[in-house]
């Protein structure tokens, strides 16, 4: 794998379950992701500022995909609320 300094920063969260989100929708859509957390900042419970900060990182070559997936004005991006999401029953 190659080293974290060859990534680039698509999405960063305080929320580990919205970081895991973001990165399958990027890995759904073929965008091998990372995600970086500071060591030892869950351990010690802190989901507040940069030590807890959760980061979605991505190659530079796909970084550009990553923001256009990733934009709230495309219509294919993460809702910022669950009030637009359409449940179907089936």
């Known amino acids: ?5 060859e990534w680039m920063v698509a999405w960063v969260t305080n929320a580990p379950q919205e970081a895991q ?3 399958g929708k990027l890995q759904f859509e073929g965008i091998q ?4 957390r ?7 419970g ?17 970084y550009e995909v990553a923001l ?4 709230p004005g495309n219509p294919s991006s993460l809702p ?10 089936k």
């Open 38 to 44: 500071q060591a030892g900042a869950s351990a010690m």
């Open 46 to 62: 802190i989901h507040i500022g940069q030590l807890g900060e959760v980061r979605v990182l991505v190659h530079p070559s796909d």
């Open 68 to 71: 256009a997936i990733l934009n």
């Open 80 to 89: 910022q609320d669950g009030s637009n999401i359409i449940f179907e029953d």
């Open 33 to 36: 992701t990372l995600l970086h």
């Open 21 to 23: 989100i973001v990165a």
């Open 1 to 5: 794998m190659q080293g974290r300094s």
